[in-house]
């Protein structure tokens, strides 16, 4: 089992950049593939960026490729979402998740460790 905590979300104007971690502890981390979503006000909770266990690995949803990355540093047990030109559109609550899948998704029913939350929000 791995928990996980998320931070770094606050409130940025649109165009400005952020950074996210999310520090794991309990089963070795780097034994897990990550991932981020992200679940806006009234709206189900959606697929953002993961990684495989080495970070060598990655997929994006269309709506963040070209702006996000995600990337990993095993020895500290955290991953990252640097997310640059953020818009109005990205506010939400973003999440990290873990998975002990060899083979990358984007399923979010296929992640089985879950994050609280740290709440993004873009103004125009």
């Known amino acids: 089992q791995v928990y996980l905590k998320e931070s770094g979300g606050r409130s940025v104007n649109s165009g400005e950049s952020l950074r996210l971690s999310c520090t794991g502890s309990?089963?070795?981390?780097?034994?897990?593939?990550m991932g981020w979503f992200r679940q806006a006000p009234g709206k189900e909770r959606e697929f953002v960026a993961t990684?495989?266990?080495?970070?060598?690995?990655?997929r994006y949803a269309d709506s963040v490729k070209g702006r996000f990355t995600i990337s990993r540093d095993n020895a500290k047990s955290t991953v990252y979402l640097q997310m640059n030109s953020l818009e109005p559109e990205d506010t939400a609550v973003y999440y990290c998740?873990?998975?002990?899948?060899?083979?990358?998704?984007?399923?979010?029913?296929?992640?089985?460790?879950w994050g609280q939350g740290t709440q993004v929000t873009v103004s125009a």
């Open positions: 990684l495989n266990w080495s970070g060598a690995d990655t």
């Open positions: 309990g089963t070795p981390f780097s034994t897990y593939q």
């Open positions: 998740a873990a998975t002990g899948l060899a083979l990358v998704t984007t399923r979010l029913d296929e992640f089985s460790y």
